[in-house]
């Protein structure tokens, strides 16, 4: 009933820009938290930033000052503005919502298809 499609993953050299977007659509009551994870090959999947309702942020330290997250409730849509991109920004990043379904208002979460993202030196 509900789905995530993530767009904007790709290759830039180190230094450049991404932005990612992820939509939420379906039968949705409401929206608590969206955010975006990522994951790099052998590694653990890690929290990037998650943004509440209310609009606050939080940010794993090391892309503090470089990521931005923000969100636009008339669309369901998660950003994330990727700045100063460095090769350890590089994986397979992950959009995460949690959310009440409408209807039965069960509180679930659900995962977006994972958008790749490659920095080159």
């Known amino acids: 009933q509900v789905q995530l499609v993530e767009s904007g993953g790709g290759l830039v050299q180190a230094g450049g820009s991404l932005r990612l977007a992820c939509a939420a659509s379906?039968?949705?009551?409401?929206?608590?938290?969206m955010g975006w994870y990522r994951q790099a090959p052998g590694k653990q999947r890690d929290l990037v930033a998650v943004?509440?309702?209310?609009?606050?942020?939080n940010y794993e330290d090391s892309v503090k000052g470089r990521f931005t997250i923000s969100r636009d409730n008339t669309k369901n849509t998660v950003y994330l503005q990727m700045n100063s991109l460095t090769p350890e920004d590089t994986a397979v990043y992950y959009c995460?919502?949690?959310?009440?379904?409408?209807?039965?208002?069960?509180?679930?979460?659900?995962w977006g298809q994972g958008t790749l993202v490659t920095v080159s030196l």
């Open positions: 943004i509440t309702h209310s609009d606050s942020t």
């Open positions: 379906g039968n949705i009551f409401a929206i608590n938290t």
């Open positions: 995460n919502v949690a959310l009440y379904v409408g209807g039965t208002f069960e509180h679930r979460e659900f």
